[in-house]
């Protein structure tokens, strides 16, 4: 609720218990907590940038005219409501598409951990370093490691190391080296892929290989809660709001 500045001048006691006053109507006035018929988590810049993408590929604005023009770029924004059925059409199509995408993925070997994933006609930068002085990515070529830097006031990034076969070294608590197995060629950087915990002491081995998977399955994460949500604006009459 926007309080004019001239009324928290006039009369602060007032506008505090308007607050008040509002936040109990909300309370009450639906039936549904904070006032939401549903609430999903979609995923992050990164996987919407990757179902957004896919969703080009299948036809983009000719098939897919609302989730093209809709899906958020970023926090913030709307799906009209006049446009959920058709949302919710579009949707259901994509659930029964039979393509597949071919797809770059970077695996822990030990464990078999998925590190990265992308589709091979693009990229993907997934970590990036303090300071900006690094950033990881992975494309149709492998794992890379990019060196950022500033020369003559102009933003260059160089490749320092690339494999498709590698080895996470420890050297110390916020050192390691990359070595490819093939070359023996290294790079010593401060992010380790693997693993979650403080302190990663073993040698750990990564492998970028290439798989084809089905769309509807592997976008399966987005297109269900996506659904949910349009079904929830069409029951309500609500905008669905991207935050």
Same mark, same amino acid.
């Given at each position: 609720?926007?309080i004019?500045?001239e ?8 506008? #505090? %218990? ?11 006035? +639906? ?8 609430d ?6 990164? *996987? ?10 299948? *036809?983009?604005?000719? /098939? ?8 958020? &770029?970023?926090?913030? =924004? ?9 949302a !919710?059409?579009? !949707? ?7 393509s ?7 695996i ?10 992308? @589709?091979?006609?693009? #990229? ?11 950033? #990881? =990515? ?11 830097? /500033?020369? /003559? ?9 690339? @494999?498709?076969?590698?080895? %996470?070294? &420890? ?12 070359? =023996?060629?290294?790079?010593? +950087?401060?992010?380790?892929?693997h ?10 081995e990564?492998g ?9 399955n ?5 297109? /269900? ?7 929830? @604006?069409? !029951? @309500? ?7």
């Amino acid at each position: 609720m926007d309080i004019p500045n001239e009324l928290w001048e006039k009369d602060e006691e007032k506008v #505090y %218990q308007m607050h008040a006053d509002f936040d109990e109507w909300k309370r009450t006035a +639906c039936e549904h907590e904070e006032m939401e018929l549903a609430d999903e988590y979609l995923s992050n810049i990164s *996987g919407m940038g990757a179902f957004r993408h896919i969703v080009r590929e299948l *036809g983009g604005q000719d /098939k897919f005219p609302v989730l093209t023009e809709y899906l958020p &770029t970023a926090n913030g =924004g709307v799906l009209p409501n006049e446009f959920a059925q058709q949302a !919710l059409d579009e !949707l259901l199509r994509l659930e029964k598409v039979q393509s597949t995408e071919e797809k770059i993925v970077l695996i822990e070997k030990s464990t078999g951990s998925l590190k990265a994933s992308v @589709s091979s006609d693009t #990229y993907w930068f997934f970590v990036f370093t303090a300071y900006n002085k690094n950033t #990881y =990515g992975i494309d149709k070529e492998g794992f890379f490691i990019l060196k950022n830097v /500033k020369e /003559k006031n102009e933003e260059l990034s160089y490749i320092m190391f690339r @494999s498709n076969n590698f080895i %996470q070294q &420890t050297v110390s608590k916020d050192l390691y080296k990359f070595i490819d197995i093939p070359s =023996g060629e290294s790079y010593e +950087c401060t992010v380790k892929l693997h693993p979650h915990e403080e302190e990663a002491t073993d040698d750990y081995e990564f492998g970028v290989q290439t798989e084809r998977v089905r769309v509807a399955n592997e976008y399966e994460y987005m297109i /269900k809660p996506l659904i949910r949500l349009a079904k929830a @604006s069409i !029951l @309500s009459g609500n905008p669905i709001h991207w935050t």
